[in-house]
């Protein structure tokens, strides 16, 4: 069930992302029920909140809670000032002068991409323990050479895909809170720019993956 909820905060993530692909009620609706799902995940990961104050803090302890922090706030961010520049769900009760903020606005679109990166990183940090539960679950004990040099290979041509989503839809610009109207990967239809987002989100995931490692060795 909690492999189930990660994937659909996932898709969710990405279709958000998509907004200008979808009908703007269904994308404020969605983004305001986003909490339901990720409280979820937060209670079905309590644990991590209480052994904060136990144990020792190792690299990769240090390195999970601080893409965790921010992963929150960027997550609440984007939620918050999204309900704030509602024009449909909340445009009752929200003032005119919140809903056409420009400053709101572009916290709104910056949050957003950085809360797509976060929530790749967060991912790649616990992707290998995802791949081990699904080899075991097929009953392989270890991967061949081949299977390791073709695992390599894919993730080399995610990498590269991710890098050139991120040029195609300007994401520097967007991260620094820029009104960017028009990028190469509007002119894509539907299918293509949701490939886009989620393009961008594996390359952080597989950053996220190799910073796990690297400080799995640090700390030995």
């Given amino acids: 069930m909690r492999y189930v909820l990660d994937i659909f905060l996932l898709l969710l993530l990405v279709f958000e992302m998509s907004f200008l692909y979808l009908p703007p009620f269904f994308h404020e609706l969605v983004g305001a029920a986003l909490l339901i799902p990720v409280f979820v995940h937060l209670w079905q990961n309590r644990f991590f909140f209480k052994a ?122 967007r991260l620094e809170g820029a009104h960017v109207f028009m990028t190469p990967a509007l002119q894509y239809d539907t299918a293509g720019y949701i490939l886009t987002q989620f393009g961008m989100f594996l390359l952080f995931a597989e950053a996220g993956w190799l910073l796990w490692h690297l400080a799995l060795r640090r700390r030995a």
């Fill in 52 to 173: 904060l104050t136990k144990g020792r803090w190792p690299l990769p302890r240090v390195l999970g809670a601080v893409v965790n922090f921010f992963l929150a706030v960027t997550c609440l961010t984007s939620i918050i000032s999204g309900c704030l520049i509602s024009n449909i769900l909340f445009a009752d009760i929200m003032p005119l002068s919140l809903r056409s903020n420009p400053v709101l606005f572009s916290l709104h679109s910056a949050s957003a991409r950085w809360f797509l990166i976060l929530a790749g990183l967060h991912f790649g940090l616990h992707v290998s323990a995802w791949w081990q539960k699904l080899q075991r679950a097929a009953g392989i004990m270890s991967r061949p050479f081949p299977a390791k040099v073709m695992t390599g290979l894919l993730a080399l041509m995610l990498g590269a895909g991710g890098i050139y989503a991120a040029m195609q839809d300007k994401l520097l610009q």
